[in-house]
């Protein structure tokens, strides 16, 4: 059974950081490109960041550029994302899924997610 499983979210001040990691076990985690997306109440789901299979090329909402890093360790099945600078308009709640390449859509059901709140 495929699982994934966010961690690391919290609330944060604007302007600080937060580093998510996302666990994922029951397929072959290594030949998945990953991504992580955010939803914030009322909008829809957003892609954030993805990452290919071995990490060569990395792809960011425009908004996040500079400011989030997608990264990945394959021998221990995770994809981490570091926020860094962060913005009340990043709150969201935050998942990871595997995605496919020409189409950005998720590959399996989305996990619980991590919530990031962004608030002074």
């Known amino acids: 059974q495929v699982q994934l499983v966010e961690s690391g979210g919290a609330l944060v001040q604007p302007g600080g950081s937060l580093r998510l990691s996302c666990a994922a076990s029951?397929?072959?985690?290594?030949?998945?490109?990953m991504s992580w997306f955010r939803q914030a109440p009322g909008k829809e789901r957003a892609l954030v960041a993805t990452i290919s299979t071995t990490g060569g090329s990395t792809n960011y909402l425009y908004s996040v550029k500079g400011r989030f890093t997608i990264s990945r360790d394959n021998a221990k099945n995770t994809v981490s994302l570091q926020m860094n600078n962060l913005k009340p308009e990043d709150t969201a709640m935050y998942y990871c899924n595997a995605i496919y390449f020409y189409s950005d859509r998720p590959v399996y059901g989305w996990g619980q997610g991590t919530q990031v709140t962004v608030s002074s």
């Open positions: 029951g397929f072959t985690f290594s030949q998945h490109a």
